[in-house]
């Protein structure tokens, strides 16, 4: 008996030791140290577009589209997320895949060059955004891959960063040139070759445009020479239709996550989404903008009883007698300025009743935020791929008014080239063709909409010259207020013509030109933001002392050299992560202070604190 039980007890042992054995095996099967391009570049194209529309979104914020980072209350916790993002998600994907791209065969070619192409440029687009807004960051030794842990990267030089980005792009354009097959598991152009070569010329643009300003920053024959060549030979080299756009499409695939970002707040529930601003409310509506419908959604006619003090209490402006526009509905001022410039809706119960539907926020507005989200503007088809306002408001629930969120994060787009070609004449002074040049912009935009709203899971019509699909907004019925009719531009006919009618009677031609750009980033904040800090267009203005009508874009927690409390001067820059400051020995010094107040800015920026 004793034999059998040592017998047992041995064989026990033997495969306990055998399994202790197997367990100590520092391989994971669910996280292997290689993969191969085509498995990684969707998840990192996923990520980063997730992550670029919340720069999009930061920096329409603080540009006036929303009332989102309008009190400037950064804290030195606000980047943490993004921060951790990018870095721990599609900067370390990247990286894995970079190397899996640059494999090369015994005669020493690259086995998958156009695969290497596209993580050049997702690399150089990552980073150069990181500079724009953080400007130092972790680069050479931001990731490692599985070869090297360091959790202690050094802060890189931004300059720096930009002239390898630059390096990147043109080495993409060489890879791109050289590919014979289409790279598998790209979601942005399914592995096309010449589309990505314009994409990479035109993010070398983009990068350039802010890089210019800096006087003493060297590339090739020159920074202003360069982007010459590039719009010398715009159609082959740039995206100059909508069809090009270096953008990314979302899905409707609810649960994994894979809708617009936007969605999470709009149809979570009751409407969360930001409150949007009065003023962009107010001027595309004096305009008769027929993006109106396309842009927003609106939830209600119902006008709020300020007798009732749980209604007056959830009124706009309610806490705070400086708003400009307050609540629309019930400013007189308001309705009779829109009414003298040709705004009408006699379907609805009354004018006022209409205009209440057109919920948001003057800038700066310091009050609480009630239970409001039913009656919230929310955000419409474009870019987000929700709902269409088709002339009855309807309250937006988890159930009801769901629209698929099947939108567009836009990274480089034709009216972004568009942009830089204007900002880039007017730099050079060479502004005879620039009525031609903003009416082509003008197209471009409105065609951009039409082709998101053709493009998603809704119900969305086309902007037409007649607007015989959008008759439900009567202030759009006038005749020749559509966008295909566009003729002489001296006809006067239309918003087109009202647009350079607007440009012809501008004293600053500049500031008029960047307020019909304004109007068309809804949802690309960071091009407004990167170009007012390039050039000081789109211009800001202190609300205290603004007036309501064609504007300046009102910035009310602006100040310009005085150090009054509460207030804030413009963010130029944003803060760094307090995770970096306590966990990373090669933290800058003096980073942990590194905001707007102490002067600190990115390298490119020669605009700061020049705003009159």
């Known amino acids: ?109 690259y086995l998958t060059p156009g695969a290497l192409g596209i993580g050049e440029v997702m690399k150089a687009f990552i980073f150069t955004t990181m500079v724009d807004f953080f400007g130092d960051v972790p680069y050479s030794e931001s990731s490692l891959g599985n070869d090297i842990a360091n959790v202690n990267p050094v802060y890189d030089d931004q300059e720096a960063i930009y002239l390898d980005c630059l390096a990147l792009l043109d080495s993409a354009v060489v890879h791109f040139a050289a590919s014979s097959s289409d790279p598998e598991g790209d979601l942005i152009y399914g592995g096309n070759m010449a589309s990505w070569t314009k994409a990479a010329n035109s993010l070398k643009l983009k990068v350039l445009m802010n890089a210019r300003y800096k006087a003493d920053f060297t590339y090739g024959s020159g920074v202003s020479n360069e982007i010459d060549l590039l719009f010398a030979d715009a159609a082959n080299l740039l995206i100059t239709e909508n069809s090009e756009n270096f953008e ?166 034709a009216p972004m080239v568009q942009m830089y070609k204007m900002e880039h004449l007017f730099e050079k002074g060479s502004t005879g063709s620039m009525a031609l040049e903003l009416e082509n912009f003008i197209n471009l935009s409105m065609d951009l909409v039409n082709s998101v709203a053709s493009s998603v899971s809704a119900d969305a019509p086309a902007i037409t010259s007649d607007l015989s699909v959008t008759t439900h907004h009567e202030y759009l019925n006038a005749p020749g207020y559509g966008v295909d009719q566009l003729g002489d531009i001296d006809n006067g006919a239309g918003y087109l013509g009202e647009a350079m009618t607007r440009y012809d009677n501008a004293v600053n031609k500049q500031a008029a030109v960047f307020k ?73 010094e003096g980073g942990q202070l590194r905001n707007s107040d102490s002067g600190a800015t990115v390298f490119w920026d020669a605009s700061a604190y020049t705003y009159n």
Not at 324 to 353: K, W
């Open 248 to 413: 990314f499409q979302y899905n409707t695939n609810q649960d994994q996550g894979q809708r617009h970002p936007w969605t999470g707040n709009v149809y979570s529930g009751d409407n969360n989404f930001s409150y949007i601003s009065h003023q962009l409310m107010y001027e595309m509506l004096i305009n008769r903008d027929p993006r109106i419908p396309f842009y927003f959604h609106r939830q209600t006619y119902s006008i709020l009883d300020q007798e009732d003090p749980t209604q007056k209490n959830t009124t706009p402006c309610s806490q705070n007698s400086a708003c400009i526009y307050g609540y629309m509905a019930l400013n007189d001022d308001i309705l009779q300025e829109l009414a003298s410039a040709g705004v009408t809706a006699s379907i609805y119960p009354s004018f006022a009743s209409y205009i209440s539907g057109f919920f948001g926020r003057d800038k700066g507005d310091p009050s609480g935020v009630p239970l409001d989200g039913a009656l919230r503007l929310a955000p419409g088809v474009y870019p987000m791929g929700g709902n269409f306002d088709s002339g009855t408001p309807a309250q937006i629930t988890n159930s009801t008014g769901l629209g698929l969120g099947d939108g567009f994060t836009h990274f480089v787009t």
């Open 516 to 588: 019909e750009v304004w109007y068309s980033m809804w949802g690309s904040g960071v091009e407004i933001y990167n170009a007012h800090r390039r050039s000081g267009y789109p211009k800001l203005k202190d609300a205290q002392s603004s007036t309501r009508g064609i504007a300046d874009i009102q910035y009310p927690t602006f100040r310009a050299t005085s150090t009054a409390a509460g207030q804030r001067n413009f963010p130029t820059i944003f803060n760094y992560p307090l995770g970096e400051f306590n966990l990373n020995s090669s933290f800058p």
């Open 1 to 109: 008996m004793l034999k059998k039980l040592t017998l047992i007890f041995f064989t026990l042992t033997l495969a306990f030791r055998c399994d202790f054995y197997d367990l100590e095996i520092n391989v994971d099967p669910n996280n292997p140290l290689s993969t191969t391009t085509d498995l990684l570049l969707p998840s990192i194209q996923i990520n980063w577009a997730s992550d670029y529309q919340f720069f999009h979104d930061v920096s329409g914020g603080i540009m006036g589209h929303t009332s989102n980072s309008d009190g400037l209350s950064f804290s030195q916790t606000s980047f943490d997320g993004i921060w951790n993002s990018v870095y721990l998600s599609e900067g370390a994907d990247l990286d894995e895949y970079l190397k899996s791209a640059a494999l090369r065969n015994e005669a020493g070619q």
